[in-house]
């Protein structure tokens, strides 16, 4: 008895998720436009210059690269010390 209705449950939840797909497929997309407009015909929208946000995101790359470097390179140096202090340690 509990095993039918297993069966019967997953076969329903299969045969929807393998029908969906179909049903979006067969949808029409919504009208858009038909023919070609020039420039001088299509309402104008709202821009922003490119200049100041490549320059900000450059900016901010180069930034987070300098300051990964300096990290790197400060625990270069604190390595090193610890070499030097260990090896002033060690009998030769």
Do not use: C, D
């Amino acid at each position: 008895m509990m095993r039918r209705a297993v069966v019967a449950l997953s076969t329903v939840i299969l045969t929807l998720m393998l029908s969906a797909p179909m049903v979006f497929a067969l949808q029409q997309p919504p009208g858009g436009q038909t023919e070609f407009l020039p420039m001088k015909e299509v309402p104008p929208t709202e821009t922003i210059p490119a200049a100041p946000l490549l320059i900000a995101g450059y900016s901010i790359i180069w930034l987070a690269a300098i300051f990964y470097l300096w990290t790197i390179w400060r625990r270069l140096n604190k390595v090193e010390t610890e070499m030097h202090a260990l090896a002033r340690k060690t009998p030769r």
